[in-house]
């Protein structure tokens, strides 16, 4: 109920695809906000993508700018996971990747819950 996994990370070119999967428990792929984040060398873990219980499309979606019309987050209720599909990749896009449950929304702003999974390596080169 607090572990989440993620997989799919690896080495990609820019300009290419790659999906990653955080597979956590149906209790808690149900009941919370799921999200991801990254953290690159040297810098702070920011926000990427956010998807509410129920329907993971529409307005249940939300992006940071620099993702926007690249990155898709959905739910696989079937398989228990959060995916992120990420498209048209940018050497920006390298970092380690976490999955998070419980994030809510303030005034615009992201915060993350207080389940992450251990990160998975994102490299893009040009």
């Known amino acids: 109920q607090v572990q989440l996994v993620e997989s799919g990370g690896g080495s990609v070119q820019a300009g290419g695809s790659l999906r990653l999967s955080c597979v956590a428990s149906?209790?808690?792929?149900?009941?919370?906000?799921m999200g991801w984040y990254r953290q690159a060398p040297g810098k702070q873990r920011e926000f990427v993508a956010a998807?509410?219980?129920?329907?993971?499309?529409?307005?249940?979606?939300d992006y940071a700018d620099s993702v926007k019309g690249r990155f898709t987050i959905s739910r696989d209720y079937a398989r228990n996971t959060v995916n992120l599909e990420m498209k048209n990749v940018k050497v920006e896009d390298t970092g380690v990747y976490y999955c998070?449950?419980?994030?809510?929304?303030?005034?615009?702003?992201?915060?993350?819950?207080?389940?992450w999974g251990q990160g998975t390596q994102v490299t893009v080169s040009s």
């Open positions: 998807a509410g219980p129920g329907r993971s499309t529409g307005r249940s979606q």
């Open positions: 998070n449950a419980g994030l809510k929304k303030v005034l615009s702003t992201w915060y993350a819950g207080d389940v």
């Open positions: 149906r209790s808690i792929i149900s009941n919370n906000i």
